[in-house]
């Protein structure tokens, strides 16, 4: 692929047109840090999140829907990342060969490794 027209990755499709915060002309979107999931019993890769989770700087619990969580990347309201080895990683939309969303850590391959490592939401 020509590098002058690389497609733009999922998680930035329709961040102009959000209405994020605004921090004088610069749109700024939310980012959250994700810390625990809640998993289906499901195996397909697609559709092993339910929800995730995370603690905001105010010290208060938060949790949403893995579909919440889709809504909000593509709307640009809110960004999430999971922490690897002492590293930020974006968490992004990913589309299943069914036509299926699910979120997962941008290094992830096909399953959501990244987001599966966490421990459960309480």
């Known amino acids: 692929m020509n590098p002058r027209f690389e497609r733009i990755p999922t998680f930035l499709v329709g961040f ?5 915060a605004r921090h ?5 979107t939310a980012r959250y ?9 499901l195996l397909n ?7 995730i989770g995370g603690v ?22 809110w960004s999430f990342f999971v922490e690897r080895e002492g590293r930020d990683l974006p ?3 990913a589309v299943s ?12 391959a096909l399953h959501p490794d990244g987001l599966l490592a966490l421990p459960d939401c309480l």
């Open 24 to 28: 004088g002309d610069l749109a700024v």
């Open 45 to 51: 890769h697609d559709r092993r999140i339910r929800g």
């Open 97 to 108: 060969k069914y036509g299926l969303k699910y979120i997962k850590a941008a290094e992830d």
């Open 16 to 20: 102009a047109n959000a209405n994020p």
């Open 56 to 77: 905001n700087p105010d010290g208060a619990h938060w949790q949403i829907s893995e579909a919440q969580a889709i809504a909000a990347i593509e709307e640009g309201r």
């Open 33 to 41: 840090r994700i810390c625990c999931v809640t998993r289906s019993a």
């Open 91 to 93: 968490v992004v939309i």
